[in-house]
């Protein structure tokens, strides 16, 4: 007895250390299952060992594995792919814990490997964890090896744990595909902002100019080396209002979606406007970044000017006008007129 409880728990040891490790170490699927069957079958001194993985549905076998059945497993591997699988295993997945099919029951079932399991006991078990099965474990033994009670403990320990090694897998590929996903999008994102045909800037909260893209050192003269980690005020804003402060980004960076238009200087003096478009980048609620883009409107404001000016110099003549002035276009159309309607109306009747 006391033998045997050493064999015990050296069994348990030894397939655990094994397995723990295969389960720190081992990212493919195929891999995994294809070792772990060489642990039960080396630990244990079976006769066979074949595991079978399902597909994230529960119901289809899409991967196997064995050892000590070479050739003598294709039968069992073509009921499987045909949808069907051997009662041992039928009665395992429809209940907990592990299902013992002594030898001479065998004579009695369909199975695939009747002529290899003869005079030999079968524990096959489902390999469940957090409520979901990720597939089935089987293996054969010499009738005399271990007492029942003693087989139960000695196989579902590690089932248990492969069990576990299955769902980690299965997070760890989870949090790969997101990784990849993530990084994608990060690597999409970073296309657009590079290429993007117009200035974009990302700020810290305390101003610190974190990134600027190509177009912003085209357009400004000023190399991302010398902004990029600089905080405002920033060599852009002009004199006239550098001592203000950025009171529309701190703003901003509280608020939403925001716009306004400012006039700043590039690196070699040349002034210019823009319509800034900025918004509070967050993640989980907390103020990550804050991303702007200009807009050129040195042209706009460049014709709204000029038609301010001309509009003053022909204010004197409306002011020692008449009756009346009317400016026409080139088709006839009253684009401005100064004086009494009234007599402008009665002029018009006349005509």
């Not at 079968?122 to 009738?143: D, Q, W």
């Not at 060599?235 to 716009?259: F, I, T, V």
Request: hydrophobic share 40%.
């Amino acid at each position: 007895m006391e033998e045997k409880s050493i064999v015990k728990r050296d069994h348990l040891l030894d397939s655990a250390s094994k397995i723990n490790h295969l389960i720190r170490n081992e990212t493919d699927a195929d891999r995994f299952i294809e070792s772990v069957c060489s642990v039960i079958f080396e630990t244990f001194g079976c006769f066979h060992v074949w595991l079978a993985l399902f597909d994230t549905s529960g119901q289809a076998v899409i991967k196997v594995a064995e050892c000590g059945l070479n050739e003598y497993f294709l039968p069992l591997d073509d009921l499987f792919k045909q949808g069907m699988m051997p009662a041992c295993a039928g009665k395992a997945l429809q209940q907990p814990g592990v299902v013992i099919t002594k030898g001479p029951l065998y004579a009695f079932t369909n199975c695939p490997l009747l002529n290899h399991c003869r005079g030999r006991d079968t524990m096959t078990v489902r390999l469940e964890f957090n409520e979901k099965i990720y597939g089935l474990l089987s293996t054969a033994t010499p009738k005399a090896l271990f007492e029942d009670q003693e087989k139960l403990f000695l196989f579902q320990k590690p089932a248990g744990d492969i069990a576990f090694g299955l769902y980690n897998l299965t997070v760890r590929k989870k949090r790969l595909r997101a990784q990849e996903e993530l990084s994608e999008s990060e690597k999409f994102n970073a296309s657009l902002v590079n290429n993007s045909p117009i200035p974009i800037i990302v700020i810290n909260q305390d101003t610190l100019v974190r990134y600027v893209n190509p177009t912003f050192e085209i357009f400004t003269g000023f190399s991302a080396e010398e902004v990029v980690g600089i905080k405002d005020p920033y060599p852009w804003r002009r004199k006239e209002n550098l001592k203000r402060p950025y009171q529309d980004l701190k703003k901003a960076m509280n608020k939403g979606l925001s716009k306004r238009e400012e006039c700043f200087q590039k690196k070699n003096g040349d002034q210019f406007w823009v319509v800034i478009t900025s918004i509070p980048i967050k993640t989980d609620g907390a103020f990550q970044y804050y991303l702007e883009n200009w807009v050129d409107i040195s042209e706009r404001k460049r014709l709204e000017e000029e038609l301010i000016r001309k509009r003053e110099r022909i204010r004197p003549v409306f002011a020692y006008a008449g009756d009346a002035i009317v400016l026409l276009d080139l088709e006839n159309h009253i684009i401005s007129f100064d004086g009494d309607i009234k007599k402008l109306k009665a002029i018009s009747e006349i005509l």
